[in-house]
C-alpha cells in the first residue's frame, strides 16, 4: 500500500503520517472515515460558509476561515464582509465528496458551518444551546444539564436534537422556521435562563469563567456569525473524537470517547441518526423572544463587567 492515492480525481498525499501527536491516527484514517460517512456529513454542510480546523505538522492547530489562492476551481467559495476583521473572507462550501476530500488532504480535521445558508445571511436554520462542563470527568453533569435544556423546550412547546460536541460536552440543535437573526438569539438566551434556573445549582449562564464556579455552562451566545462544530465532525483531540448524534433516551448510555475516527463509521452503517433524530422546523414562541430581548447579550455584559472589575483593581491597589 503506497502513502498516497487518487479518489474522485483529488490526489491524496502522505496518508501514513500520524495526523497530529497524540491522535492515535493516522491522516489515512483522517480521510477514510471523513469518506465513509459522506453522505451524512455533506448535508450538514452543504452551502453555509465553512471554517475548518486544521493541523500540520509541527505547527499547533489553527482555525481556517479563508480559502487558499491555491484551492481547486472545484471548490466553491463565498465572499462575506468580516466586521471584527474588517476584510472580505472567501469561505469554503463543501457540497460534495471532491471538496471534502481536498480539505481531509488539507489536513483538515474539525469542521465549523455558519448556522445560516450562504446568500440567506438573517434567517439561521437553527437555535443552538452549548452545553460546557467544567471538566471531561463531568460528563454526567453535562447530561444533567441537557435535561433541563429538554425541560426548558418542552415548556416552551419545542424539541431539539443532541450530540455530543467532540469534546467534552454536548450541543442541542432547534430547526427553525423563518426568523431573524436577532429574535433567535433573544430566544436562545431565553431558553438558557429558563433552564438555569430550573437548577442554577447545577447550570450556569454565566459566561465570565470565574463566576461558574464547579457548574455546568449553558452557552446561549452562539447565534449570529457563529458556527458549531458540525455532527459527525472529528475534534483535534487525544484518540480523534468525533462530533456524534445521541437519542435523548440514551444520554446516560453514552460518554464522548464512544465516537472516534475508528468507531463512528462503523456505529453509523447504513444510518444517519442526525437526520433522523431532528425534529421538523418550529416557530419560536413570541412570549420567548420577548424574554430574551430583556436579557442583556452576554459578551457584551462580560465585557462591561470585565471592565468594571478591572477599575476596582486598580482603586484598591
Given at each position: 500500500?503506497?502513502?498516497?492515492?487518487?479518489?474522485?480525481?483529488?490526489?491524496?498525499?502522505?496518508?501514513?503520517?500520524?495526523?497530529?501527536?497524540?491522535?492515535?491516527?493516522?491522516?489515512?484514517?483522517?480521510?477514510?472515515?471523513?469518506?465513509?460517512?459522506?453522505?451524512?456529513?455533506?448535508?450538514?454542510?452543504?452551502?453555509?460558509?465553512l471554517s475548518v480546523v486544521r493541523v500540520r505538522q509541527g505547527?499547533?492547530?489553527?482555525?481556517?476561515?479563508?480559502?487558499?489562492?491555491?484551492?481547486?476551481?472545484?471548490?466553491?467559495?463565498?465572499?462575506?464582509?468580516?466586521?471584527?476583521?474588517?476584510?472580505?473572507?472567501?469561505?469554503?462550501?463543501?457540497?460534495?465528496?471532491?471538496?471534502?476530500?481536498?480539505?481531509?488532504?488539507?489536513?483538515?480535521?474539525?469542521?465549523?458551518?455558519?448556522?445560516?445558508?450562504?446568500?440567506?445571511?438573517?434567517?439561521?436554520?437553527?437555535?443552538?444551546?452549548?452545553?460546557?462542563?467544567?471538566?471531561a470527568e463531568a460528563f454526567p453533569q453535562a447530561v444533567a444539564a441537557a435535561r433541563l435544556i429538554g425541560r426548558a423546550l418542552?415548556?416552551?412547546?419545542?424539541?431539539?436534537?443532541?450530540?455530543?460536541?467532540?469534546?467534552?460536552?454536548?450541543?442541542?440543535?432547534?430547526?427553525?422556521?423563518?426568523?431573524?437573526?436577532?429574535?433567535?438569539?433573544?430566544?436562545?438566551?431565553?431558553?438558557?435562563?429558563?433552564?438555569?434556573?430550573?437548577?442554577?445549582?447545577?447550570?450556569?449562564?454565566?459566561?465570565?469563567?470565574?463566576?461558574?464556579?464547579?457548574?455546568?455552562?449553558?452557552?446561549?451566545?452562539?447565534?449570529?456569525?457563529?458556527?458549531?462544530?458540525?455532527?459527525?465532525?472529528?475534534?483535534?483531540?487525544?484518540?480523534?473524537?468525533?462530533?456524534?448524534?445521541?437519542?435523548?433516551?440514551?444520554?446516560?448510555?453514552?460518554?464522548?470517547?464512544?465516537?472516534?475516527?475508528?468507531?463512528?463509521?462503523?456505529?453509523?452503517?447504513?444510518?444517519?441518526?442526525?437526520?433522523?433524530?431532528?425534529?421538523?422546523?418550529?416557530?419560536?414562541?413570541?412570549?420567548?423572544?420577548?424574554?430574551?430581548?430583556?436579557?442583556?447579550?452576554?459578551?457584551?455584559?462580560?465585557?462591561?463587567?470585565?471592565?468594571?472589575?478591572?477599575?476596582?483593581?486598580?482603586?484598591?491597589?
Amino acid at each position: 500500500m503506497t502513502s498516497d492515492e487518487v479518489r474522485d480525481g483529488v490526489t491524496l498525499t502522505n496518508l501514513d503520517q500520524p495526523l497530529f501527536d497524540g491522535a492515535g491516527a493516522t491522516k489515512r484514517d483522517l480521510v477514510d472515515y471523513l469518506d465513509a460517512v459522506r453522505d451524512r456529513v455533506i448535508p450538514v454542510l452543504r452551502e453555509r460558509p465553512l471554517s475548518v480546523v486544521r493541523v500540520r505538522q509541527g505547527q499547533a492547530p489553527f482555525m481556517q476561515k479563508n480559502v487558499p489562492s491555491y484551492a481547486p476551481d472545484f471548490v466553491r467559495t463565498v465572499t462575506v464582509w468580516a466586521e471584527s476583521s474588517q476584510r472580505r473572507v472567501s469561505y469554503a462550501l463543501c457540497d460534495d465528496r471532491r471538496t471534502l476530500l481536498w480539505l481531509a488532504n488539507q489536513r483538515a480535521v474539525e469542521y465549523h458551518p455558519a448556522l445560516v445558508h450562504a446568500g440567506d445571511w438573517d434567517r439561521p436554520t437553527h437555535l443552538v444551546l452549548d452545553i460546557d462542563p467544567p471538566s471531561a470527568e463531568a460528563f454526567p453533569q453535562a447530561v444533567a444539564a441537557a435535561r433541563l435544556i429538554g425541560r426548558a423546550l418542552a415548556d416552551a412547546g419545542l424539541s431539539g436534537a443532541v450530540k455530543t460536541s467532540g469534546a467534552k460536552g454536548l450541543h442541542v440543535f432547534v430547526p427553525l422556521e423563518a426568523h431573524t437573526t436577532v429574535d433567535v438569539a433573544a430566544a436562545t438566551r431565553a431558553l438558557g435562563v429558563r433552564a438555569e434556573r430550573l437548577d442554577p445549582a447545577l447550570a450556569t449562564t454565566a459566561f465570565i469563567r470565574e463566576d461558574r464556579g464547579d457548574r455546568v455552562f449553558i452557552d446561549s451566545t452562539r447565534s449570529g456569525g457563529a458556527t458549531v462544530v458540525a455532527a459527525y465532525s472529528p475534534r483535534v483531540r487525544p484518540g480523534v473524537p468525533v462530533s456524534f448524534p445521541v437519542a435523548w433516551d440514551d444520554l446516560e448510555r453514552v460518554a464522548p470517547g464512544d465516537f472516534t475516527v475508528h468507531t463512528a463509521a462503523e456505529l453509523l452503517r447504513d444510518g444517519d441518526p442526525w437526520a433522523a433524530l431532528m425534529p421538523e422546523p418550529q416557530r419560536l414562541p413570541r412570549d420567548l423572544i420577548e424574554e430574551g430581548h430583556t436579557i442583556p447579550v452576554a459578551r457584551v455584559q462580560a465585557m462591561h463587567e470585565g471592565k468594571r472589575r478591572a477599575r476596582a483593581r486598580r482603586a484598591t491597589s
